[in-house]
């Protein structure tokens, strides 16, 4: 199945869009993920993050567009996809009434584990996700910091190629946040990694590459640090001015605070797209360097919905407790 | 297979690990023990366990979905179903598997019951053949209304839907034929062969014939494959 010139694609999406109901909760969403990447899906609640991965995992099929998995389709050929994933749901459903070590024992071998091996590979994820006290403990009497590890704990356990996980670290202490994100650079070393927050310290922290997705669609893809670099940056204004470009375009720059503008002809109106710092508020002084100087300024208004702005909505801050 | 057995191995953990289904196993020997003793109440004592098998057919029609309700319906109400159909087993393997842990359970109870037919080859001299023939309609009739809980359970996440709308379903099944009376004709007939009851009969009388052997096999089969098919379609919904 898979092409000479894919063989390092693990994951590519084409075209998905899913409709729980007459609205779609995601809409034409495409990326690929390489072998061996972290990939950090971020973005506000409900932008979409969980009906993709639910997709990714074959949980459930997309109502348009395409996923494959390692060369597989995660609809037409779901069971050799599924074998190739280690899935991490955001609430981590677990069987209550289970001890730890025989829910393990029970997926393992839904995963067609040989028992031989299923025993080896208990003992060794016990040790990485430290559940070593508490491997005969029925899963219903641990706190959810450990839940959230026995969660990561089966979806390591059959050593996937892929591991999707949803909000790995939501609810959990933050001593614990700190284990489990080190925890999941270490298993980005050797296998491929997609995982959702709402975040953008901890994704920067863990992922090579960011997509962020609001509203159902992915509206930028960069790495961490160009992002951060993007996030620095500006508000931007339109501005609408009836005078000469050549004249206009140095007096908007001269405004204090501006950073850069760049003109354009748009159906015969001549507008300009200004930059500003962060946080700045420079309508009043544009308008009236504007004026002052005999033009006209037909319109002047602030650009809707940036990157900036989604942003705004995500948590740039750590929560305590 | 293997998976399937996996599926059911842990689900029989889970039935003889959990007070409930012990709750089920006592009030079904409670219950077919009354009718036990009801066979012997007579002035003129029969030795035959026809009235055990009437009462067991009808506790069932309770128990059967009290042992089946919670097998889908709470893994998708704790979203554990999420990690079942994300690992590669294929649909059948799940209901298949849930289905033999229950008729495990359910086979468990009835062999409690030998006791009675023991007590009678002890104390008296009764016909062996409607005793056996009895048996083998009492686990054909009790796998078909497992299958049929085992619809209800994977349509919805609500046990109490599940279990209330199979015990229905059943309850009309089982007496379906008691209708015969009153339409004539072609909707006679249709409803008498639907009735699990009229197929029942004819075992506890001694008679095993294979068209009700195929009956119950038929619907338990039915009832599967609508299971298997449901929780397919619950991908897609």
Redesign the interface.
């Known amino acids: 199945m898979t092409t000479e010139a894919n063989d390092d694609v693990m994951i590519q999406a084409s075209g998905l869009t899913h409709y729980y109901g007459p609205q779609p909760a995601i809409e034409d969403v495409n990326f690929k993920v390489k072998r061996g990447e972290i990939l950090g899906f971020l973005g506000p609640n409900g932008a979409g993050k969980t009906t993709t991965m639910r997709i990714i995992t074959g949980f459930m099929p997309p109502s348009q567009g395409k996923v494959t998995l390692g060369g597989y389709d995660v609809v037409e050929q779901s069971l050799q996809a599924r074998r190739k994933v280690g899935y991490l749901p955001e609430t981590v459903p677990l069987y209550t009434e289970m001890a730890v070590a025989s829910y393990l024992r029970y997926m393992g071998t839904l995963r067609g584990m040989e028992p031989k091996r299923i025993k080896q590979r208990i003992s060794e994820v016990i040790d990485v996700c430290r559940l070593g006290d508490y491997h005969k403990t029925i899963i219903g009497k641990l706190s959810k910091g450990f839940r959230q590890r026995v969660g990561i704990a089966q979806a390591i356990l059959h050593e996937p190629e892929v591991l999707v996980m949803d909000e790995p670290t939501i609810g959990i202490d933050p001593i614990q946040v700190v284990e489990t994100r080190k925890l999941i650079q270490d298993l980005g070393k050797q296998q491929t990694v997609v995982l959702s927050s709402h975040i953008l310290p901890e994704v920067s922290m863990i992922c090579e590459r960011v997509l962020i997705i609001h509203q159902g669609r992915i509206v930028a893809e960069d790495t961490p640090d160009n992002l951060a670099q993007r996030l620095q940056g500006v508000d931007q204004l339109q501005v609408e001015v009836g005078g000469p470009p050549a004249e206009v375009l140095p007096a908007l720059k001269r405004v204090k605070g501006v950073t850069e503008v760049t003109h354009r002809r748009q159906q015969n109106r001549e507008i300009y797209s200004v930059k500003v710092q962060q946080g700045q508020d420079l309508r009043d002084e544009i308008s009236r360097a504007v004026i002052s100087n005999g033009w006209s300024l037909l319109n002047l208004q602030q650009v809707g919905m940036s990157l900036e702005d989604i942003f705004l909505r995500l948590t740039t801050q750590e929560e305590l407790g | 297979m ?2 399937a057995q ?2 059911a191995w ?1 689900e029989i ?2 039935y003889f ?2 007070p409930m289904a012990y709750i089920v196993g006592l009030i079904f020997l409670a219950v077919t023990g009354f009718f036990f003793v009801l066979d012997l109440g007579d002035p003129f004592p029969e030795a035959s366990l026809s009235n055990f098998y009437q009462g067991a057919t009808i506790i069932l029609i309770l128990l059967a979905p009290a042992l089946t309700m919670r097998l889908l319906a709470e893994e998708q109400k ?13 649909d059948w393997e799940v209901i298949i598997g849930k289905y033999l842990a229950s008729l495990v359970f359910l086979l468990s109870m009835i062999m409690l019951t030998l006791y009675y037919p023991l007590l009678l080859f002890i104390f008296a001299d009764p016909d062996p053949g409607p005793i056996y023939s009895g048996y083998l309609g009492l686990i054909l009739y009790g796998s078909a209304a497992l299958s049929i809980g085992i619809l209800t359970s994977t349509l919805t996440s609500n046990q109490i839907v599940a279990f209330v709308v199979s015990a229905g379903v059943l309850l009309l099944l089982f007496f379906a034929n008691t209708g015969a009376g009153v339409v004539g004709g072609f909707w006679a007939t249709l409803v008498n062969e639907v009735g699990m009851n009229s197929h029942f009969g004819d075992f506890s009388r001694g008679v095993i014939d294979t068209k009700h052997i195929f009956y119950f096999l038929s619907v338990t089969a039915f009832f599967l494959f609508l299971s298997i098919r449901a929780l397919e379609s619950r ?3």
């Open positions: 293997r998976t996996a599926v842990k953990q889970v690990g959990n704790l979203g554990t179903i999420e990690l079942l159909l994300t690992s590669p087993v294929r991908r897609w919904r």
